[in-house]
């Protein structure tokens, strides 16, 4: 899912301050223009109302099923292209932000959630009632595409509600999110498909219970999520103020605004791409994530043959064995009050709280020094942190999958794997958001289109890699290929400004 991208639509904190002061200055010469009120400022709304909204749009990006062998089965296909389903679901995840982006800073947020989840909804019929394999991969496609708007949108409304000073516990949150569903996929097809209570369901019931969740969503976003893009809601208040004044000289800033949405849409096409090929710092980064989203979709492979042919699993149990995946996430997501706060060492029960201490405690030194308003390389020290964690639970993960080895150990591997997930993707998209603040839209976009590229391709060749190189060197050589990507948060630290002045894309 995930995820994925953080968001497509810019950080509005700076970028709403900014306007606001500017919105202001100017009423006071044209006192036609509607300018941001206390009343309507979203990040006014309560705290419980905005953790709710984070809550649902968080919650609608967790819609991943994966029903392999129940496609195979049903249609007569090979293993191969029944992993196309989910090959193709993740490219239309990457390719959906460059349209539903530009069209979220036109008509809002809630009109791009409302209508991708309808059509979502829509879709997902013929994936349930697909009569041949090819209907059942091109709507698998489509409905990526329309899903796609959570990935993409989402990180936008929540950066709309909450101020710099308190966006990293909700952002961590929406963060995580797109993970979490990956990982809680398999669990729950794997008790659809194969619990003894349900012995009479086939795997179409995995996509009729997606169905359930998806109108349950839609239900919620439409009467707890707001409207909360700035601009709209100006916008939508100087419609109001013509209306019930009669005078038709009332605009918001948005109905002046310069260009077309069309240019809109082919800027967001090209643009990120265009920082993949000349900007050095972007690519490495957007390859280091791509990579290691790349490895946990493979995981999706990987996982039933380490423990269905090794250990004996059944669908059901193999899905159990992803918990430790999600444990990791949730370990990590858990220490995220230590990076936004120091916390006493009283408080502080293993090595692992230690070290998550000192680390918070430099950060807030560093923030200190810089009296407030550190440079966006210090985000990169929990990059750090995560840089080390993956090929650590990789290894560890390659040298318990021998058959004499108890299953417990490999699952007990992927704990800091999924913990190491969490730290790189949330230390890597606040950088590439801060860093290049002055396209962060395009930042993001070109990390979501080669990340999805990855997801998409790394399953497909999954069966070939560990029938030739078995269980221990495919993953060993996923691990190796993690290792040699990890100095890269520790390069930046320490060159990333210098780079950031020599990038035409970058802030100085």
Same mark, same amino acid.
């Given at each position: 899912? !995930?995820?994925?991208?953080?968001?497509?639509?810019?950080?509005?904190?700076?970028?709403?301050?900014?306007?606001?002061?500017?919105?202001?200055?100017?009423?006071?010469?044209?006192?036609?223009?509607?300018?941001?009120?206390?009343?309507? #400022?979203?990040?006014?709304?309560?705290?419980?109302?905005?953790?709710?909204?984070?809550?649902?749009?968080?919650?609608?990006?967790?819609?991943?099923?994966?029903?392999?062998?129940?496609?195979?089965?049903?249609?007569?296909?090979?293993?191969?292209?029944?992993?196309?389903?989910?090959?193709?679901?993740?490219?239309? @995840?990457? !390719?959906?932000?460059?349209?539903?982006?530009?069209?979220?800073?036109?008509?809002?947020?809630?009109?791009?959630?409302?209508?991708?989840?309808?059509?979502?909804?829509?879709?997902?019929?013929?994936?349930?009632?697909?009569? #041949?394999?090819?209907?059942?991969?091109?709507?698998?496609?489509?409905?990526?595409?329309?899903?796609?708007?959570?990935?993409?949108?989402?990180?936008? +409304?929540?950066?709309?509600?909450?101020?710099?000073?308190?966006?990293?516990?909700?952002?961590?949150?929406?963060?995580?999110?797109?993970?979490?569903?990956?990982?809680?996929?398999? @669990?729950?097809?794997?008790?659809?498909?194969?619990?003894?209570?349900?012995?009479?369901?086939?795997?179409?019931?995995?996509?009729?219970?997606?169905?359930?969740?998806?109108?349950?969503?839609?239900?919620?976003?439409?009467?707890?999520?707001?409207?909360?893009?700035?601009?709209?809601?100006?916008?939508?208040?100087?419609?109001? @103020?013509?209306?019930?004044?009669?005078?038709?000289?009332?605009?918001?800033?948005?109905?002046?605004?310069?260009?077309?949405?069309?240019?809109?849409?082919?800027?967001?096409?090209?643009?990120?791409?265009?920082?993949?090929?000349?900007?050095?710092?972007?690519?490495?980064?957007? +390859?280091?994530?791509?990579?290691?989203?790349?490895?946990?979709?493979?995981?999706?492979?990987?996982?039933?043959?380490?423990?269905?042919?090794?250990?004996?699993?059944?669908?059901?149990?193999?899905?159990?064995?992803?918990?430790?995946?999600?444990?990791?996430?949730?370990?990590?997501?858990?220490?995220?009050?230590?990076?936004?706060?120091?916390?006493?060492?009283? @408080?502080?029960?293993?090595?692992?709280?230690?070290?998550?201490?000192?680390?918070?405690?430099?950060?807030?030194?560093?923030?200190?020094?810089?009296?407030?308003?550190?440079?966006?390389?210090?985000?990169?020290?929990?990059?750090?942190?995560?840089?080390?964690?993956?090929?650590?639970?990789?290894?560890?993960?390659?040298?318990?999958?021998?058959?004499?080895?108890?299953?417990?150990?490999?699952?007990?591997? !992927?704990?800091?794997?999924? !913990?190491?997930?969490?730290?790189?993707?949330?230390?890597?998209?606040?950088?590439?958001?801060?860093?290049?603040?002055?396209?962060?839209? +395009?930042?993001?976009?070109? #990390?979501?289109?080669?990340?999805?590229?990855?997801?998409?391709?790394?399953?497909?060749?999954?069966?070939?890699?560990?029938?030739?190189?078995?269980?221990?060197?495919?993953?060993?050589?996923?691990?190796?290929?993690?290792?040699?990507?990890?100095?890269?948060?520790?390069?930046?630290?320490?060159?990333?400004?210098?780079?950031?002045? #020599?990038?035409?894309?970058?802030?100085?």
């Amino acid at each position: 899912m !995930s995820f994925l991208a953080w968001s497509f639509g810019q950080p509005h904190d700076a970028a709403t301050t900014e306007t606001n002061v500017s919105a202001s200055q100017s009423a006071e010469c044209d006192p036609h223009l509607v300018v941001l009120e206390p009343e309507d #400022n979203p990040q006014n709304m309560s705290l419980f109302r905005r953790w709710l909204a984070v809550l649902i749009i968080s919650s609608a990006s967790l819609c991943a099923a994966f029903t392999e062998q129940g496609v195979a089965q049903t249609f007569r296909v090979s293993h191969e292209v029944t992993i196309l389903g989910i090959s193709l679901f993740v490219a239309g @995840l990457g !390719s959906g932000p460059l349209l539903v982006g530009p069209l979220s800073e036109v008509y809002g947020r809630n009109v791009v959630y409302q209508i991708s989840y309808v059509l979502f909804f829509i879709f997902t019929f013929p994936v349930v009632f697909a009569p #041949n394999i090819a209907v059942f991969l091109i709507f698998r496609l489509i409905t990526g595409f329309c899903g796609s708007a959570f990935l993409s949108v989402a990180g936008g +409304s929540v950066s709309d509600m909450f101020p710099n000073s308190s966006i990293a516990s909700p952002m961590a949150v929406y963060t995580i999110s797109p993970f979490i569903g990956p990982v809680a996929g398999p @669990l729950i097809a794997g008790y659809i498909f194969h619990a003894p209570l349900a012995a009479h369901l086939y795997w179409e019931w995995t996509y009729r219970v997606q169905l359930c969740w998806i109108f349950v969503e839609f239900l919620m976003l439409v009467i707890f999520v707001p409207e909360t893009y700035v601009p709209v809601i100006l916008k939508k208040k100087a419609r109001r @103020l013509r209306e019930s004044t009669g005078d038709p000289k009332f605009y918001a800033p948005l109905d002046r605004r310069e260009g077309t949405l069309t240019s809109a849409i082919l800027v967001s096409c090209y643009k990120p791409f265009q920082l993949l090929l000349f900007d050095r710092m972007a690519l490495l980064l957007d +390859s280091w994530n791509a990579l290691i989203l790349g490895i946990l979709y493979l995981a999706f492979q990987a996982f039933p043959i380490i423990f269905e042919d090794i250990h004996g699993f059944n669908m059901q149990s193999t899905g159990l064995a992803f918990i430790g995946i999600g444990l990791g996430m949730l370990s990590a997501i858990s220490t995220q009050p230590l990076w936004n706060r120091g916390v006493p060492f009283s @408080l502080v029960f293993s090595i692992k709280s230690i070290l998550m201490v000192l680390i918070s405690r430099l950060y807030a030194r560093e923030t200190a020094r810089y009296n407030g308003d550190p440079p966006p390389e210090m985000r990169l020290i929990m990059g750090q942190v995560g840089a080390i964690l993956v090929p650590v639970g990789l290894f560890w993960l390659a040298f318990t999958t021998y058959p004499q080895v108890h299953w417990i150990a490999p699952i007990i591997a !992927s704990v800091p794997f999924g !913990s190491g997930i969490y730290f790189v993707f949330t230390s890597t998209f606040t950088y590439l958001v801060t860093a290049y603040r002055p396209i962060a839209a +395009s930042a993001m976009a070109s #990390n979501s289109a080669l990340r999805s590229a990855f997801a998409a391709a790394f399953p497909l060749f999954a069966g070939a890699m560990y029938d030739k190189l078995g269980t221990v060197g495919a993953t060993a050589l996923l691990a190796g290929l993690s290792t040699l990507m990890a100095p890269l948060p520790f390069i930046f630290y320490r060159i990333g400004a210098r780079l950031r002045k #020599n990038s035409r894309f970058a802030a100085h």
